[in-house]
Protein backbone atom coordinates (compact mmCIF):
# COMPACT_ATOMS: atom_id res chain seq x y z
CA UNK A 1 0.00 0.00 0.00
CA UNK A 2 2.88 2.04 0.48
CA UNK A 3 3.36 2.26 -3.33
CA UNK A 4 0.22 3.81 -3.46
CA UNK A 5 1.07 7.07 -1.39
CA UNK A 6 2.99 8.82 -4.11
CA UNK A 7 -0.02 8.23 -6.71
CA UNK A 8 -2.93 9.63 -4.80
CA UNK A 9 0.14 13.10 -3.67
CA UNK A 10 0.08 13.64 -7.36
CA UNK A 11 -3.58 13.18 -8.34
CA UNK A 12 -3.42 15.52 -5.69
CA UNK A 13 -0.91 17.93 -6.97
CA UNK A 14 -2.43 17.55 -10.21
CA UNK A 15 -5.93 18.67 -9.17
CA UNK A 16 -4.72 21.43 -7.46
CA UNK A 17 -2.88 22.50 -10.03
CA UNK A 18 -5.89 22.04 -12.27
CA UNK A 19 -8.46 24.05 -10.43
CA UNK A 20 -5.81 26.89 -9.73
CA UNK A 21 -5.42 27.24 -13.62
CA UNK A 22 -9.38 26.97 -14.03
CA UNK A 23 -10.04 29.40 -11.27
CA UNK A 24 -7.30 31.98 -12.96
CA UNK A 25 -8.94 31.76 -15.93
CA UNK A 26 -12.23 32.12 -14.72
CA UNK A 27 -10.38 35.19 -12.71
CA UNK A 28 -9.41 36.47 -16.21
CA UNK A 29 -12.70 36.48 -17.85
CA UNK A 30 -14.08 37.68 -14.60
CA UNK A 31 -11.72 40.75 -15.27
CA UNK A 32 -12.34 40.46 -19.02
CA UNK A 33 -15.91 41.26 -18.14
CA UNK A 34 -15.03 45.08 -16.83
CA UNK A 35 -14.03 45.95 -20.34
CA UNK A 36 -16.56 46.57 -23.63
CA UNK A 37 -14.59 44.43 -25.37
CA UNK A 38 -16.38 42.17 -26.66
CA UNK A 39 -13.75 40.35 -28.73
CA UNK A 40 -11.63 40.18 -25.04
CA UNK A 41 -14.72 38.10 -23.46
CA UNK A 42 -15.12 36.23 -26.24
CA UNK A 43 -11.68 34.45 -26.07
CA UNK A 44 -12.00 34.19 -22.28
CA UNK A 45 -15.19 32.48 -22.43
CA UNK A 46 -13.68 30.36 -24.87
CA UNK A 47 -10.47 29.78 -23.15
CA UNK A 48 -12.54 29.25 -19.81
CA UNK A 49 -14.79 26.66 -20.96
CA UNK A 50 -11.60 24.34 -22.33
CA UNK A 51 -10.21 24.93 -19.20
CA UNK A 52 -13.66 23.45 -17.35
CA UNK A 53 -13.80 20.84 -20.00
CA UNK A 54 -10.13 19.78 -19.41
CA UNK A 55 -10.85 19.98 -15.34
CA UNK A 56 -14.15 17.59 -15.65
CA UNK A 57 -11.91 14.76 -17.98
CA UNK A 58 -8.98 14.94 -15.79
CA UNK A 59 -11.62 14.56 -12.56
CA UNK A 60 -13.57 12.15 -13.97
CA UNK A 61 -10.14 9.82 -15.54
CA UNK A 62 -9.08 10.52 -11.98
CA UNK A 63 -12.32 9.04 -10.25
CA UNK A 64 -12.40 5.84 -12.65
CA UNK A 65 -8.46 5.45 -11.76
CA UNK A 66 -9.54 5.69 -7.86
CA UNK A 67 -12.56 3.39 -8.11
CA UNK A 68 -10.52 0.39 -10.39
CA UNK A 69 -7.54 0.95 -7.66
CA UNK A 70 -10.17 0.31 -4.84
CA UNK A 71 -12.19 -2.46 -6.28
CA UNK A 72 -8.45 -4.26 -7.35
CA UNK A 73 -7.53 -3.92 -3.44
CA UNK A 74 -10.69 -5.78 -2.46
CA UNK A 75 -10.27 -8.45 -4.66
CA UNK A 76 -6.62 -8.90 -3.14
CA UNK A 77 -7.87 -8.45 -0.06
CA UNK A 78 -11.03 -10.89 -0.42
CA UNK A 79 -8.25 -13.37 -2.20
CA UNK A 80 -6.17 -13.29 0.86
CA UNK A 81 -8.72 -13.73 3.24
CA UNK A 82 -10.37 -16.67 0.95
CA UNK A 83 -6.67 -18.10 0.98
CA UNK A 84 -6.01 -17.48 4.56
CA UNK A 85 -9.79 -19.95 5.68
CA UNK A 86 -9.27 -22.60 2.72
CA UNK A 87 -5.41 -23.05 4.57
CA UNK A 88 -6.74 -22.56 8.24
CA UNK A 89 -9.94 -23.92 8.68
CA UNK A 90 -10.29 -24.62 12.07
CA UNK A 91 -8.51 -21.34 12.94
CA UNK A 92 -11.13 -19.85 10.95
CA UNK A 93 -13.85 -21.66 12.73
CA UNK A 94 -12.53 -20.83 15.95
CA UNK A 95 -12.34 -16.98 15.05
CA UNK A 96 -16.10 -16.82 13.87
CA UNK A 97 -17.10 -18.80 17.10
CA UNK A 98 -15.14 -15.92 19.17
CA UNK A 99 -16.43 -13.11 17.41
CA UNK A 100 -20.18 -14.83 17.40
CA UNK A 101 -20.15 -15.12 20.99
CA UNK A 102 -18.71 -11.58 21.57
CA UNK A 103 -21.68 -10.31 19.30
CA UNK A 104 -24.09 -12.06 21.21
CA UNK A 105 -22.42 -10.87 24.51
CA UNK A 106 -22.98 -7.23 23.87
CA UNK A 107 -26.57 -7.71 22.09
CA UNK A 108 -27.35 -9.35 25.39
CA UNK A 109 -26.89 -6.78 27.75
CA UNK A 110 -29.48 -4.92 26.17
Not at 77 to 86: G, S
Not at 88 to 106: Q, R
Amino acid sequence: MANRTPNIDTSTDQLKSDLEHLTHTLEELVNATADDSRSNIKEMRERAEQRLKDTRAHLEARGERLYSDARDNVREQADACDKYVHDNPWTSIGIGAGVGVVIGMLIGRR
